[in-house]
Structure formats: structure tokens, C-alpha cells
């Protein structure tokens, strides 16, 4: 009996989950409340209080079961030992933006994530996660491009933070665009370009010359 419980429990929570996204989806998240969610999801709002705090709280679990299937592939690209850190950094830019252009899924929660969550007041603690997410990322890319230059496959002069940022700016700014447009373009042919130009840039536009410091 406590399994079932359990097991129906935790039912209810992703129910909670997926009634957040389409809420959060139609309404965005600043106009969305826990009223709004326990009603799309048939409940009570006292059911949500069972398993959240509050809407913020619902919206950091819709994130984190969105992250959730990228983590094993990080680790392959993080895992210091990698042989081919370059390789696996490629094929996992390569599945993000393919899975968001295949997936409805996916590309519903970036689009909560991108064009819903409004930089409110009320939303500073979802625009701070955001933050330390862009924060996060970079130190996670630190480490790959580091293991890269030991492995020789990038220069040893390569300006690692500039490299960061433009990878940021080149994979969120097409995700941005082709969920604002998403008819004007072929996400995942587009997506396929813009990661080898970006692989080809490493090799020849990041270096630093004698005037530069050095970064990373």
C-alpha cells in the first residue's frame, strides 16, 4: 500500500509538472498562479502545496526534468580523461538543438524558459537561476576547452573566455531566433552550420597576440 501511495504521489507531481508548462506556456509565468495550475491539472490547490512551496518552486522542477536527460551526456563531455573532449562537445551541441527542433516537448520548455518568463520583480529568482545556469555552463566549457589544448586539438594560445562567450551567443541566439521565427529556417540544418562554424572559429579566430592577456 505505501508503494502505491508512492508511486501515486509522485503521479500527481508530474501531473502538476505538465500542467505548469502548458500554463506557464499560454499565460506566461509572471500571469500564471498555483490556482491556474491546480485547475489545468485537475486538483486542489492544497495538492500542490503537498509537493511544492510555491509557483517558483513548480517552474525550478519543470527545469530540472528538462536537464535531467542531458546530465549523463555532460559527463562524457566533462570527464577529464576524455580522449576527445572537442568530439563530444560537438555531438552534444549537436543533440540539444536537434532535440529541440524534434521534440515538442523540449521546445516548450525553452520557450517557457526564452520568450515566457518575464524579467519581473516577481521572477528575480527564476532570472537569478537563469544566471547562475550561463555561469554554470561556462565553467563546465572551461574545463572541456582546457582538456582540448592538452590533447592538442585547440591552440594553446586560444582566448578561453572569449570562446565561452561566443558559444553562448552563437547557440542561445539560435535557439532565441528559431523559436521567435521558427518557420523561417531549418532548426536542425541551420544548427548543424552554425556548431562547425563555431568549431572552425576555435582553431583560427579565438588565439590571443602578444597585446592580449591571456584568459582562463
Not at 17 to 23: K, R
Not at 40 to 68: C, P, S
Not at 118 to 135: G, K, M, P, S, Y
Request: charged letters at 30%; glycine letters at 4%; aromatic letters at 8%.
Amino acid at each position: 500500500m505505501a508503494r502505491r501511495t508512492k508511486e501515486d504521489a509522485q503521479k500527481t507531481r508530474e501531473r502538476l509538472i505538465d500542467a505548469a508548462e502548458t500554463v506557464f506556456y499560454e499565460k506566461g509565468v509572471s500571469r500564471t498562479s498555483l490556482n491556474d495550475i491546480a485547475a489545468e491539472a485537475g486538483v486542489t490547490r492544497g495538492a500542490i502545496y503537498w509537493h511544492f512551496k510555491n509557483k517558483h518552486d513548480v517552474f525550478e522542477a519543470m527545469m530540472e526534468r528538462q536537464e535531467l536527460p542531458l546530465e549523463m551526456l555532460r559527463a562524457v563531455v566533462e570527464d577529464p580523461e576524455q580522449t576527445d573532449p572537442l568530439g563530444r562537445l560537438k555531438d552534444f551541441l549537436l543533440f540539444l538543438t536537434r532535440d529541440i527542433a524534434r521534440d515538442p516537448h523540449q521546445r516548450k520548455v525553452f520557450e517557457i524558459m526564452f520568450h515566457k518568463c518575464e524579467l519581473t520583480d516577481e521572477n528575480a529568482q527564476l532570472v537569478a537561476r537563469h544566471r547562475n545556469n550561463i555561469n554554470d555552463a561556462s565553467e563546465r566549457m572551461r574545463g572541456v576547452m582546457r582538456n582540448a589544448i592538452r590533447r592538442g586539438q585547440l591552440p594553446e594560445n586560444l582566448d578561453i573566455e572569449r570562446a565561452i562567450v561566443q558559444l553562448h551567443v552563437q547557440i542561445t541566439g539560435l535557439i532565441y531566433f528559431w523559436l521567435l521565427v521558427p518557420d523561417t529556417f531549418d532548426m536542425e540544418k541551420e544548427s548543424e552550420r552554425v556548431i562547425n562554424a563555431y568549431f572552425y572559429s576555435l582553431e583560427h579566430c579565438f588565439g590571443y597576440d602578444n597585446t592580449d592577456q591571456p584568459h582562463g
